[in-house]
């Protein structure tokens, strides 16, 4: 980079700020100071970075015990003595907060007493964990996870003021001057989106003819809508489509997918794990050896019986938000599984890991064996029969009872013999006595945020 064009980024980047009222309603300029200062951060030690969490741990429980409602009650009955949480071991003696009291809580029991809800704004979650709800989020919070989204665009290569392109769902949820503003702030971005729920054969040339044109450095969005695409592609034998990075979120990528994706639009796939309540979660880096923690906004732990799984195992990840004072959420189950990682990532950055994120366990079937199968063990096994299926969902219905609803690839259906494969194999997992019904349809549905469920399980879940 030339020193003409630095100069010109750091103009970008001023003007981007000083005239933040004009294209943000909740968040505050102070979100590029925060950037600016996780550019800085990523590379401290591991142990430099634990302290720090430790610190604002300890300030967010002090506040929270004395603000918030919910936690000076849960404190006390669980006997935690705030400001004395010295390790991260300690946090075990903390409750762990589900959806269902989110959900069910009312008349500002979760709320800070010092919340202003007109500075705050309403986050609401899709619901596809099967329990949608809404939180709030303070200025400060959204800050904080706008500066991490703007470090991990940093680490596909891309520099404020790159072109990019968003498969997305643009408009969901905002009013009509939340819209205008939207459209300013994607403009001083060189940002343009591409609608997730218009994908249709019609249109996905339009968009490819968009992309090839634009030439956009970073494309981020959903998994299976980039697989779409990248199918279309292939499908149509264009060659010419190229996206330097590309950022996949929202759905499990499996190692087939990010292939495809990779080849038909000669690109490196990064993968993001996040969510509303928090957003960016953890984020692969270069080395695509796991997921890097947004250590400074969370503290992510994995857990099976309430206590923290060993290196290499499978457990469910439980999330404090370290910068929400408006509605803490400390210990909080998000509903997915990962594997956990001890070891230092060999990009240099300081940055805890987590390994493969399994599925949700609203997304993983249990056997009356005993036995969980997530989402990722029936893509694999099934993608076997992929030319007899084109697209499949496996919903639990109980205990010793599953749907496997299934779109043929083929007018004609699927063979019996392939659905006794198919049969015998999942009763060998999930055991003999499991009921296995097949449905063959013509659809299955996406959830409202334009996500495909692969795997629902609507029994309890108990890891």
Same mark, same amino acid.
Not at 238 to 253: C, E, H, T, Y
Not at 378 to 387: G, Q, R, V
């Given at each position: 980079?030339?020193?003409?064009?630095?100069?010109?980024?750091?103009?970008?980047?001023?003007?981007?700020?000083?005239?933040?009222h004009l294209h943000h309603w909740t968040m505050s300029p102070d979100c590029i100071n925060y950037w600016e200062l996780l550019e800085n951060t990523q590379w401290e030690s591991m142990e430099q970075i634990k302290q720090k969490q430790l610190e604002k741990l300890n300030q967010?429980?002090?506040?929270?015990?004395?603000?918030?409602?919910?936690?000076?009650?849960?404190?006390?009955?669980?006997?935690?003595?705030?400001?004395?949480?010295?390790?991260?071991?300690?946090?075990?003696?903390?409750?762990?907060?589900g959806k269902e009291t989110i959900k069910n809580s009312g008349n500002g029991y979760m709320l800070s007493d010092k919340i202003n809800l007109e500075k705050v704004l309403k986050i609401r979650t899709s619901g596809s964990t099967g329990m949608p709800l809404?939180?709030?989020?303070?200025?400060?919070?959204?800050?904080?996870?706008?500066?991490?989204?703007?470090?991990?665009?940093?680490?596909?290569?891309?520099?404020?003021?790159?072109?990019?392109?968003r498969l997305w769902h643009q408009k969901i949820g905002m009013n009509e001057l939340e819209i205008k503003k939207e459209w300013i702030d994607s403009y001083l971005l060189g940002r343009r989106y591409i609608p997730v729920f218009e994908m249709n054969d019609k249109n996905l040339m339009k968009y490819i003819l968009d992309i090839i044109e634009y030439k956009p450095k970073m494309m981020d969005g959903y998994a299976e809508a980039f697989e779409i695409i990248a199918d279309y592609i292939k499908h149509n034998n264009l060659q010419d489509v190229f996206v330097p990075s590309i950022i996949s979120?929202?759905?499990m990528l499996s190692d087939k997918m990010r292939a495809k994706i990779e080849q038909s639009l000669h690109s490196e796939v990064f993968d993001r794990y996040g969510c509303r309540e928090f957003s960016t979660v953890a984020h692969e880096c270069p080395v695509h050896k796991g997921y890097h923690i947004? !250590?400074?906004?969370?503290?992510?732990?994995?857990?099976?019986?309430?206590?923290?799984?060993?290196?290499?195992?499978?457990g469910e990840i439980v999330?404090?938000?370290?910068?929400?004072?408006?509605?803490?959420?400390?210990?909080?189950?998000?509903?997915?599984?990962?594997?956990?990682?001890?070891?230092?990532c060999s990009c240099g950055r300081?940055?805890?890991?987590?390994?493969?994120?399994?599925?949700?366990?609203?997304?993983?079937?249990?056997?009356?064996?005993?036995?969980?199968?997530?989402?990722?063990?029936?893509?694999?096994?099934?993608?076997?029969?992929?030319?007899?299926?084109?697209q499949f969902q496996v919903v639990q219905e109980s205990l010793d009872k599953i749907k496997v609803f299934i779109i043929?690839?083929?007018?004609?259906?699927?063979?019996?013999?392939?659905?006794?494969?198919? !049969?015998?194999?999942?009763?060998?997992?999930?055991?003999?006595?499991?009921?296995?019904?097949?449905?063959?349809?013509?659809?299955?549905?996406?959830?409202?945020?334009?996500?495909?469920?692969?795997v629902i399980s609507n029994i309890p879940f108990n890891l």
């Amino acid at each position: 980079m030339t020193e003409t064009e630095k100069e010109y980024r750091k103009y970008l980047i001023e003007f981007y700020k000083d005239t933040f009222h004009l294209h943000h309603w909740t968040m505050s300029p102070d979100c590029i100071n925060y950037w600016e200062l996780l550019e800085n951060t990523q590379w401290e030690s591991m142990e430099q970075i634990k302290q720090k969490q430790l610190e604002k741990l300890n300030q967010l429980l002090k506040y929270s015990y004395k603000h918030v409602p919910y936690y000076k009650e849960k404190f006390d009955e669980h006997g935690v003595v705030v400001n004395n949480i010295a390790s991260f071991k300690d946090l075990e003696s903390l409750p762990v907060l589900g959806k269902e009291t989110i959900k069910n809580s009312g008349n500002g029991y979760m709320l800070s007493d010092k919340i202003n809800l007109e500075k705050v704004l309403k986050i609401r979650t899709s619901g596809s964990t099967g329990m949608p709800l809404h939180i709030y989020a303070d200025a400060d919070q959204l800050d904080w996870r706008y500066a991490a989204v703007l470090r991990y665009w940093g680490w596909t290569g891309w520099e404020f003021g790159d072109k990019s392109i968003r498969l997305w769902h643009q408009k969901i949820g905002m009013n009509e001057l939340e819209i205008k503003k939207e459209w300013i702030d994607s403009y001083l971005l060189g940002r343009r989106y591409i609608p997730v729920f218009e994908m249709n054969d019609k249109n996905l040339m339009k968009y490819i003819l968009d992309i090839i044109e634009y030439k956009p450095k970073m494309m981020d969005g959903y998994a299976e809508a980039f697989e779409i695409i990248a199918d279309y592609i292939k499908h149509n034998n264009l060659q010419d489509v190229f996206v330097p990075s590309i950022i996949s979120s929202a759905q499990m990528l499996s190692d087939k997918m990010r292939a495809k994706i990779e080849q038909s639009l000669h690109s490196e796939v990064f993968d993001r794990y996040g969510c509303r309540e928090f957003s960016t979660v953890a984020h692969e880096c270069p080395v695509h050896k796991g997921y890097h923690i947004t !250590a400074e906004n969370l503290i992510v732990e994995i857990l099976k019986d309430g206590k923290s799984v060993k290196e290499g195992e499978m457990g469910e990840i439980v999330i404090t938000d370290l910068n929400n004072y408006s509605q803490p959420m400390i210990r909080y189950r998000i509903g997915d599984l990962a594997i956990k990682i001890n070891e230092k990532c060999s990009c240099g950055r300081g940055l805890p890991l987590i390994g493969k994120i399994t599925g949700r366990t609203k997304g993983v079937i249990q056997g009356t064996n005993g036995m969980f199968l997530t989402t990722a063990y029936f893509l694999h096994y099934l993608k076997d029969f992929e030319e007899e299926i084109r697209q499949f969902q496996v919903v639990q219905e109980s205990l010793d009872k599953i749907k496997v609803f299934i779109i043929p690839e083929r007018k004609t259906g699927i063979t019996t013999k392939t659905k006794e494969t198919i !049969a015998i194999n999942f009763k060998e997992k999930l055991g003999q006595d499991m009921n296995i019904d097949f449905c063959i349809t013509e659809t299955i549905e996406m959830v409202k945020t334009g996500k495909h469920q692969a795997v629902i399980s609507n029994i309890p879940f108990n890891l």
